[in-house]
């Protein structure tokens, strides 16, 4: 969940670096720092800043007989602090981080150094027997600096080293249990060297210039050829040339890939969040992600008939893996499949379906729902259904991620670059997925005629419900709920407030209340009820009509025409009238643009919500 990057080339790093760790952001942003080598001075420096960015040492200068000298500068806070001390020289590394061991502070910052100040080293992951490591260096005379998991890392580097860094890092690999992908620089040396193992790595090839980056975001700038380093590879890169090894050090072939969007789509367009730009582009997108149904319907192990194959036990359920928002994508997956195809499909969340020991076999199919394609959770979920077996298929946007490259099919959801840390297009993205499978499965046509139409006129909410977040936005606590397909979206409007408004909210499925949560109901806790005319419109009325009677203030999700709605409902959001099956997709947006208002009125930092990062590879 760090954003990791490198540079080595003719032009100064320094800002290359900062640019490129500003794309990576939406990672983490607890705290950021640079490492350079300048082939000009010749001392080490190192440069820390309290938290009103001023110098707090000159940072420790040792003279050194070489040519070349390292400086680092780290700080808790923004990337944009780095701006403040610009170091001089002309191959580096950085750092965003996303604090999982230790709190977010200077000390705890990226990159680390060794005790000599040899070498930096920056981080993303988690070092699962840091703590071991760190005794075992400690004993050995190793003063630590930071409370940090990564720390390990530079001091064993220091220790394996006896002339060649790509040497010590397979040495200091054979030592680390956990996930990581990392980038080390060594004073008086014109290489980086950089190792994945469970968390993204990516190079760029520039002309005259390399880069390594956590995410091609940072790259496509400079480059759009990359290559895409592997689980158990590491890859040594200088000026003008670029090395891949597996971690025997044996010499691997390098697989160049062309990124094939720019930078310009991943700027705001004018827009005052990524998050409101990408809620508007949800058109688009779904006309995109509908022209999947070829693609979906050439997956090998995924025909029409499986229906029967089904019922005659042949092949035994359809599985759903993801987290968070994808895994309610996957739940409204299931309603869609089961009455749709009448097939039987479990949808677990990840984190949970990789501990439980899960009933999952080679006759199964095991699909894995992911913006970004790096969720460790999802991953691993993966990665246990292939050792068991199962047939494995990926709904992924991010093009060549790794859950991409290890399922036995993906298909891309193609909703584009998504910046924004809460995923809008995604989702509806991975939910026309899911309905075209449906469809599939079913050996059905699916009349999605008119829908994008119905996403456009629902996005024309938006002045509607900026203006009812007026109302709302000093609210505490909301209650979401919601019937059948109904309920995964409140769900999913739940998680939209919470993770960007900081208001907490709870959804529960319309018919549960009267089991318990009918207590929260008050003046102070409103109600959001999903209640489209659909089939279990009558049942969800009478909810909402049970938390009126209790002083419950509501705001409905109805259909346009709905009279009866007005009778009960104390505001009302109408979406457009459609086939009920196709609400799901059309209630996510004002869902979307209900949390982005509020959130917005009370001032949050809505693509960098507090405590989160857009790709959690960590568990
Ligand atoms: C979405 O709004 C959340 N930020 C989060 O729940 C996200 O959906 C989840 O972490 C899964 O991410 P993925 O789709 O990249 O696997």
Redesign the pocket.
């Known amino acids: 969940m760090c954003g990791i990057i490198g540079y080595i080339g003719n032009k100064e790093a320094s800002k290359i670096l900062i640019s490129g760790l500003e794309k990576l952001e939406y990672r983490g942003y607890d705290s950021a720092g640079l490492a350079v080598i300048d082939n000009k001075e010749n001392k080490t420096s190192e440069i820390n800043r309290n938290n009103n960015g001023n110098k707090t040492n000159n940072g420790n200068k040792t003279n050194n007989n070489n040519n070349n000298t390292l400086h680092i500068f780290k700080s808790k806070g923004r990337v944009s602090r780095l701006y403040s001390a610009i170091l001089p020289g002309k191959i580096g590394i950085g750092h965003t981080r996303w604090a999982t061991h230790g709190l977010p502070a200077d000390k705890n910052s990226h990159p680390f150094l060794d005790e000599k100040k040899e070498f930096a080293v920056v981080h993303n992951g988690i070092i699962e027997n840091y703590l071991e490591l760190k005794e075992e260096l400690r004993e050995q005379g190793v003063q630590f600096s930071s409370e940090t998991d990564s720390e390990v890392i530079v001091h064993l580097l220091a220790k394996h080293y006896s002339g060649d860094v790509k040497d010590a890092v397979l040495k200091t690999i054979r030592r680390l249990k956990g996930a990581y992908a990392f980038c080390v620089l060594k004073n008086n040396s014109e290489e980086i060297i950089g190792a994945r193992n469970g968390s993204p790595l990516v190079i760029g090839l520039g002309n005259n210039e390399n880069f390594f980056a956590s995410d091609v975001s940072a790259l496509v700038e400079h480059t759009k050829n990359v290559v895409y380093l592997n689980d158990f590879e590491l890859s040594r890169i200088r000026h003008k040339d670029v090395e891949i090894f597996d971690f025997n050090g044996k010499k691997k072939e390098l697989k160049i890939k062309k990124i094939d969007w720019d930078l310009e789509q991943a700027q705001k367009s004018g827009y005052k969040h990524f998050m409101l730009k990408e809620i508007f582009e949800q058109p688009q997108v779904i006309a995109e992600s509908l022209k999947l149904e070829l693609e979906i319907k050439k997956i090998p192990f995924l025909m029409p008939k499986k229906a029967e194959e089904f019922e005659n036990k042949s092949l035994q359920k359809i599985i759903l893996v993801?987290?968070?928002?994808?895994s309610y994508a996957g739940l409204v997956g299931k309603y869609l499949i089961e009455k749709i195809a009448r097939i039987p499909v479990i949808n677990e969340t990840a984190s949970e379906f990789r501990y439980k020991d899960p009933l999952v076999s080679k006759d199964d199919i095991v699909i894995a729902?992911?913006?970004?394609?790096?969720?460790a959770d999802?991953l691993a979920a993966i990665r246990l259904a292939k050792q068991r077996g199962a047939k494995t298929l990926g709904f992924i946007?991010v093009i060549d991620s790794t859950i991409a490259r290890e399922v036995d099919h993906v298909i891309y959801t193609r909703a584009g670059l998504e910046i924004g840390?809460?995923?809008t297009k995604?989702?509806t993205s991975q939910l026309v997925c899911l309905y075209l499978l449906a469809f599939q499965l079913a050996g059905k046509k699916m009349n999605s005629s008119s829908l994008i139409e119905k996403i456009k006129e629902t996005l024309s909410l938006n002045k509607e419900i900026k203006e009812l977040s007026e109302q709302y936005f000093n609210y505490s606590n909301f209650l979401y709920i919601g019937r059948n397909m109904n309920f995964p979206l409140a769900l999913e409007g739940a998680?939209?407030l919470k993770?960007i408004s900081y208001i907490h909210a709870e959804a529960y499925p319309a018919g549960e209340l009267k089991h318990g949560p009918i207590a929260l109901v008050s003046e102070e806790t409103p109600t959001l009820a999903l209640c489209p005319q659909d089939e279990v419109y009558d049942k969800t009325l009478s909810n909402i009509e049970e938390i009126k009677a209790r002083k419950g203030k509501v705001i409905a999700l109805a259909t346009q025409g709905d009279e009866k709605i007005k009778q009960v409902a104390d505001n009302i959001i109408f979406i457009p009238k459609t086939d009920p099956i196709f609400y799901p997709l059309l209630s996510a947006i004002p869902l979307q643009l209900f949390a982005y208002h509020l959130a917005d009125r009370k001032e949050c930092d809505i693509d960098k919500p507090r405590n989160?990062a857009?790709?959690?590879t960590v568990e």
Do not use: D, P, R, Y
């Not at 993801?322 to 994808?326: D, K, P, S």
């Not at 729902?369 to 969720?375: D, K, V, Y």
């Open positions: 993801a987290c968070g928002t994808a729902i992911s913006q970004s394609g790096e969720t999802t946007n840390v809460a995923s995604a989702f998680l939209k993770e989160l857009k790709s959690v």
